[in-house]
């Protein structure tokens, strides 16, 4: 019986999975945001929206591998993009969360982060 839009019963299943490939899992999402981090080690607080237009770019899509170019699998996998960061382990998530001894690093990071001028604690 043909097709009211007249196109072939693709034999694989849904043409659209195929093209792009099915939900992204969470062992999918933190490894995004680690070569995010990876190449842009001064982003010492990334957002999701950099992450994602991040992976959006020509260049990273044709890298092996599928990145998310959008909020929504992160959403989906995590409570929060605080513990997608966590997962990721970043150096600071633990002082975020009140579990650490913060290192003159990580407050100068942070204090860069705030827009806060630490002159006294990045010059040593």
């Keep these: 019986m043909p097709r009211a839009a007249r196109v072939a019963l ?6 659209l999975v195929r093209e792009i490939g ?12 680690r070569d995010y981090l990876a190449e842009h080690p001064d982003d010492v607080l990334p957002s999701v929206q950099r992450v994602c237009q991040w992976a959006a770019l020509p260049e990273v899509e044709a890298r092996p591998g599928r990145r998310p170019t959008s909020a929504s699998p992160f959403e989906r996998h995590s409570e929060s993009w605080w513990k997608v960061l966590e997962a990721a382990e970043l150096a600071w998530t ?10 003159l ?6 204090a860069e982060v705030l827009g806060v001028r630490c002159e006294h604690l990045c010059s040593r």
């Design 22 to 33: 099915g939900a992204f899992s969470a062992a999918e999402c933190v490894p995004a945001v």
């Design 105 to 110: 690093r990580t407050l100068a990071a942070m």
């Design 10 to 15: 693709v034999r694989d299943g849904d043409a």
């Design 94 to 103: 633990p002082l975020v969360r009140g579990s650490a001894q913060p290192t």
